[in-house]
């Protein structure tokens, strides 16, 4: 018989705030833990959409323990109707695109799922109260959120998961109180996957704090979960297998609307779930962000700081893509001064960095496999930055400002400055909450 993935039924602790999660594969079974904060009811809020949340939860955390050995067979006793089933596929298939990729293997269209079918009517909806649950990240975009919010009376809560560093730092200045959980992976699985015989890689993280998000918001009661994702999210990095690999898939539009749906229908309509940056470009949120200063030395979008052992070290490593792009998108729109002092160095003015930022801007290579923007946004920003005194003679602008000339030409450049700064429609954002956020966005 073929090997196969098995994911348990989970189990909840209403007096310690305790789930638990099983799962089993090559002969060996992993148990993960969440600890929720305390005096959270899960019969306060709807027990059977909490149950089912529950459920859903533990689908979504198996992808940590299913790419030890990615078999091509899911089996849970866990009963799935049309929708879950949909979105546990695209979290298994789509998710987990990077890491297939990365790693050589071929699973698009050929996995497995054997659950129970769940025929069960849609729960009555919880009463939840009328305030959001907002994640944050440490970094730029999940502040902005924050910015807009404020700006538009939108009561909400800072929300993370196993927070550390930027997280906290950002949380303080924020000044509201937030609400952590805390993830436990089982240690042997993050020992296995060093271990030959077994497979590591990317995982859909944002896809893995959501669903802890909708447990947290039906403990606690929360109406909406609000994310942070640009519709840059979207773009892919390469084609493998058939289809494209996302690095971000977890946070494009597509996933957004699978989960938003399983969610509602998890909830009967009660739990919303949207991306409230949805409609801007990095650029329009770079913009957005630097209209205030009081984030500039505790954010970090630079993932060197969110590993497994913590934070450690400095905000900005200073050589990575991430650290790259989002120095390139704030260039336009930060005083000099400001921006070198933010990332404690120029990034811009070492031509040992040359080879990322023609990455970045698709002057070579790929779109690097990292949380960064569309490549003709980053090169729309760089072209940018030929015209302004300040930043014209760096090194990177001046080596990179042929190619870009030659490859772009100058009206394609222009017309997509342009473009970044025009929102799109495309978004799940209640119109009540877009009419008022909007007003706050310029």
Known sequence: MSERFVIEKPEFDAATGVARFRYGIADRVFTE???????????????????RLLDLTAVVLGVSYFKLRAPF???????????????????????LGEFYARNNLKRFGQISISAPDDDRPAPPAPALPDRALLPIGGGKDSLVSVQLLEEAGIDFTPFAVNPKGPILGSV?????????????????????????????????????????????????????IVLSNERSASEGNVEFDGREANHQHSKSLDFERLIAGVLAGATGGALGYFSLLRPYSEARIARIFARRTEYDHVFSSCNENFKLAGHTGPLW?????KCHFVFLIFAPVMPKERLV?????????????????RELTGLAGQ?????????????????A?????????????SMLKPDLLTQYGS???????????ADTTEHLIPPDIAQRVAAHAF
């Open 411 to 421: 009206a394609r450049l222009a017309a997509a400055l342009d473009e970044l700064l």
């Open 317 to 321: 490593c200073g050589n990575c893509p």
């Open 33 to 51: 833990t969440l600890t929720f904060p305390e005096h959270g009811d899960p019969n306060a809020y709807g027990p059977q959409s909490f149950a």
């Open 172 to 224: 303080e200045k924020i000044g509201r109180a937030p609400l952590y959980v805390q993830r436990r992976l089982d240690p042997e699985m993050i020992r296995l996957s060093k271990e030959p015989g077994f497979y590591n890689g990317h995982v859909p993280s944002t896809a893995i704090n959501s669903v802890i998000a909708a447990l947290t918001a039906l403990l606690f009661g929360y109406n909406r």
């Open 367 to 383: 779109k690097p496999w990292e949380c960064v923007g569309e490549i003709e946004e980053a090169a729309a920003c760089l072209w």
């Open 385 to 397: 930055l030929t015209a302004m005194p300040e930043w014209a003679d760096e090194p990177i602008v």
């Open 341 to 357: 002092s933010i990332f404690g160095q120029n990034l811009l003015a070492q031509p040992g960095h040359e080879r990322s930022f």
């Open 73 to 95: 067979s899911i089996e849970t006793a866990i009963p799935l109707n049309v929708n879950e089933r949909s979105l546990m596929l695209d979290v298994y298939e789509n998710g």
